[in-house]
């Protein structure tokens, strides 16, 4: 299994980006919840947003919400996150990764098959 995200990058303060994930070799790619994750300098990986198979149930973390949109194509084994009005205190690396232990919810350590990840800088 392969994860790849991509489309981070730098942008001023209320700026938008939006991050892609392909995750391959993953089999029944739409059983699995996914989410997003991001690591500042120094500090643990946090939970961003988390989308259920279907779509119907979806997570964000409080200081993204209203901000960042999740998404996700099973056809294409993608998924996606719209970032607008971004602010300094985004600027981290973004991941995706799947919840392998279905727990349902955003537990960091319930997701593995971690990516490169893509970089997102927000200027002030």
């Known amino acids: 299994v392969t994860v790849e995200e991509s489309g981070g990058g730098l942008v001023q303060t209320g700026g938008s980006l939006r991050l892609s994930c392909k995750v391959s070799?993953?089999?029944?790619?739409?059983?699995?919840?996914l989410g997003w994750f991001r690591r500042s300098s120094g500090t643990e990986r946090d939970w961003v947003s988390c989308?259920?198979?279907?779509?119907?149930?979806?997570l964000y973390t409080e200081s993204v919400k209203g901000r960042f949109t999740i998404s996700r194509d099973n056809d294409k084994n993608m998924v996606y996150l719209q970032m607008n009005h971004l602010k300094p205190e985004d600027s981290a690396t973004y991941y995706c990764?799947?919840?392998?232990?279905?727990?349902?919810?955003?537990?960091?350590?319930?997701?593995?098959?971690w990516g490169q990840g893509t970089q997102v800088t927000v200027s002030a």
């Open positions: 070799g993953l089999r029944r790619f739409e059983e699995y919840n």
């Open positions: 990764a799947p919840d392998l232990l279905h727990g349902g919810g955003c537990y960091v350590l319930d997701f593995g098959y």
């Open positions: 989308i259920s198979e279907t779509s119907t149930k979806i």
